[in-house]
């Protein structure tokens, strides 16, 4: 009973972080728009105390260039999504059904290594993913939720939205890690955009 309600009170942080987000991209400011229309990344970092979670993370959006079918289908690409992330050194999909999937994911660097798994939740018709920590299977994380989301932009190309707030525990050595973790989270959007122009676009404009 403690799991099935942890699970959905982070469903319900995701979903929330998700339409926050949509409100924000309907208010970005318009030298955010310019960086975004020169290819930049825009992001927006918060920080927070919520009861005895320590909360990073934020949003952050990316224009790449990808049509919006492709670019969705790069984004819930299960098997090549490490390849988009930072630092990732490894990842294998535990579970999948055609709305969800759970992965897991390996970590390292120096001498510090992560595995942990995140479930996903897919929704086709509005083109979002939610995601949030396997409780079960948390690794080091003491919490971790957020959300894709991909939009139409101007030139056929797509809007990557990305939120999350991530708690990864207290210890000493992940603690001083804490900034440059945090400065990943939000460049994933950026990461995405590497591989999807880069590499790996083939696998996506067809």
């Known amino acids: ?5 942890l699970m959905l009170s982070f469903g319900l942080i995701a979903t929330t972080l998700l339409s926050t987000s949509d409100a924000s991209a309907q208010r970005l400011s318009a030298s955010e728009r ?32 990808l049509t919006p079918e492709q ?22 999909v535990i579970s999948q059904t055609p709305t969800t ?27 979002q993913i939610t995601f949030q920590l396997d409780p079960a299977h948390p690794g080091p994380l003491r919490a971790a939720w957020g959300f894709f ?16 707030k991530i708690d990864i525990g207290s210890g000493l050595a992940i603690s001083a890690l804490r900034p440059t973790l945090h400065e990943w989270i939000l460049k994933i959007p950026l990461t995405m955009k590497w591989y999807v122009e ?9």
């Open 1 to 5: 009973m403690r799991l099935t309600l």
């Open 34 to 65: 310019a960086m975004l229309n020169r290819g930049d990344l825009v992001t927006r970092p918060t920080e927070e105390r919520r009861g005895n979670l320590h909360l990073f993370g934020g949003t952050s959006w990316q224009v790449i260039r």
């Open 71 to 92: 670019a969705w289908r790069a984004v819930k690409d299960k098997r090549r999504l490490r390849h988009m992330l930072p630092q990732v050194e490894s990842s294998r």
């Open 101 to 127: 999937a759970t992965i897991e994911f390996s970590h390292r660097y120096g001498p510090i290594s992560a595995t942990y798994r995140i479930r996903f939740r897919y929704d086709e018709e509005n083109h």
């Open 149 to 164: 989301k991909v939009r139409p932009h101007a030139g056929n190309r797509s809007l990557i939205s990305f939120g999350a």
């Open 198 to 206: 880069g590499r790996g676009r083939r696998f996506y404009v067809r």
